[in-house]
C-alpha cells in the first residue's frame, strides 16, 4: 500500500505529466512562444516542488534515522550524500 506521500508525490507527477503532453501539443500546434515558455516555468516549479516534497521527506524519515544512530559510517554516508546532492 502507497503512503499518503508517494499517492500525493505520484499524483503530482501524473499531472506534471499532462503538463508536458500539453506543452508538446502547444509546440505542434505552433502557439505563441511566450505562452509556452510560461507552461515551461509551470513545469519547472511543479517539478521543484515534488524535490522539495522527497528532500523533506528523506531528511525527515532516512537522514534522520541515520543521523541518531550509532552507526558512524551510517552517518557519514549520509553526509556524503547530501554534501554531493548540494554539489550538484
Known sequence: ???AGSKRT???LKR???QV???????E???Y?????TQIEAVRAALARVEAD???AHLQHCVHEAMSSKDEAARERVVEELVGLFRR
Do not use: H, P, Y
Not at 503532453?21 to 509546440?27: E, F, T
Not at 512562444?33 to 515558455?37: E, H, L, P
Open 1 to 3: 500500500m502507497q503512503s
Open 10 to 12: 505520484s499524483t503530482a
Open 16 to 18: 506534471i505529466e499532462g
Open 21 to 27: 503532453r500539453g506543452v508538446a501539443k502547444m509546440i
Open 29 to 31: 500546434e505552433d502557439r
Open 33 to 37: 512562444c511566450i505562452d509556452i515558455v
Open 54 to 56: 522527497l528532500l523533506r
